[in-house]
């Protein structure tokens, strides 16, 4: 039943993560790094403060007892990811949604998955799986199969983009936006630097593991919080927040833009009202794995589960967007065999945990 709540968990924040960027495409009139900062600054300074202030008394006396170094480096991680979270947004903007969340969120997966196993393997600590653990068990070689189903799903994505952008070259109305070369340039970098996310939450696990024992000292024998992570977001949030509100300035400033705050010839409040809605649904996935996190537990299956999810909710979102309504009956059925080693990934990797 754990293992049944964790990947529902899993698929919630999914859901939410690969649905965030959706009320954006209903602002009008503004620049992208004029809404990107207004949705941000809901993501990644109101919201996550606010969950933490409903679901863990004292949240902010945890995080002032918690040891500077501690603090230090779960920000840095946080400041990393905001650079893959940063480009993130352009890798969608020039790729699509669909084919943009696939590529990234799979590397990702990958990144996010492997990297930190690595890590424990060089430098153990007690709960961590190290990669030499996760391969020499069977679950952990369920695993791992996983993972290389969805890289054979992410590489059909990739192919489905490139046939894509070959069939929509005389098509100048889609094609403006559609930019493969720097999309692809931009969607590996924000890959590899949104595994951050998973450093970050390890870095800051003290934060969390205070706030679980706090809360099963006030309800014994109920098992792990639900909510612990929630304070560990604040810490790797102020990272991210730090990084695309610099940057977002620096876009408005070149581009002259800061008028699109108070510009009336937009529609302002329905802006603001999108713009909220983007940020708060973005922060809605990291609430959820929390949750899910605390049933699976945060090692690479999680991880994987997680970015799958994504993955699918992002593609079907593609679709239904008609993002591929142009392309020939190859290429769409290309990027649907994508989604279907996804979903197949998502189906491994919960088998693994349950047999863990």
């Keep these: 039943m754990q293992i049944l709540l964790g990947v529902l968990f899993h698929f919630i924040g999914g859901f939410a993560s690969g649905s965030f960027y959706i009320p954006y495409k209903k602002v009008k009139g503004w620049a992208w790094e004029s809404y990107w900062i207004v949705g941000g600054i809901f993501s990644w300074f109101i919201v996550p403060p606010l969950a933490a202030y409903f679901t863990i008394p004292g949240f ?9 170094s501690t ?7 946080g400041v990393l990811w905001g650079i893959g979270g940063l480009t993130y947004g352009l890798g969608v903007r020039y790729l699509g949604v669909s084919l943009g969340s696939s590529i990234i969120l799979g590397l990702s997966s990958v990144f996010g998955a492997l990297l930190p196993s690595i890590y424990y393997d060089v430098y153990p600590k007690a709960g961590k799986d190290g ?7 069977q679950w952990g070689q369920v695993v791992l199969i996983g993972l290389g189903v969805c890289i054979l799903g992410i590489i059909l994505c990739g192919k489905a983009g490139m046939m894509k952008d070959k069939e929509l070259a005389e098509k100048t109305k889609e094609s403006a936006e559609f930019k493969i070369g720097l999309g692809l340039f931009v ?29 099963k000292a006030l309800n014994p024998g109920q098992g792990e919080f639900l909510y612990q992570n929630n304070v560990t977001y604040i810490v790797i949030l102020w990272g991210g927040l730090t990084t695309n509100f610099l940057w977002c300035l620096v876009l408005n400033a070149k581009n002259k833009t800061f008028t699109d705050y108070g510009n009336k010839k937009t529609p302002l409040l329905s802006n603001y009202i ?10 809605l996935q990291f609430f959820f794995y929390g949750m899910a ?9 999680s991880w994987i589960l997680h970015m799958a ?48």
Excluded: P, Q
């Design 60 to 68: 902010a006396e945890i995080i002032r007892n918690t040891d500077i």
């Design 274 to 283: 999108f713009c909220a809605l983007a940020g708060t649904t973005w922060f």
């Design 309 to 356: 999810f994504i993955i699918l909710i992002a593609n079907v979102w593609g679709l239904v967007l008609k993002e591929w309504k142009l392309v020939s009956r190859k290429t769409f059925l290309t990027i649907l065999g994508g989604i279907a080693f996804i979903i197949v990934s998502i189906i491994i990797v919960g088998y693994g945990n349950s047999i863990k």
């Design 293 to 301: 996190e605390s049933k699976l537990g945060n090692g690479a299956s």
């Design 187 to 215: 969607a590996i970098v924000s890959g590899v630097l949104s595994a951050c996310f998973a450093f970050g939450i390890d870095s800051g696990k003290d934060m969390a593991h205070e706030a679980n024992n706090a809360w």
């Design 131 to 137: 990669f030499t653990h996760i391969f020499g068990s």
């Design 71 to 77: 603090i230090w480096t779960t920000y840095f991680f």
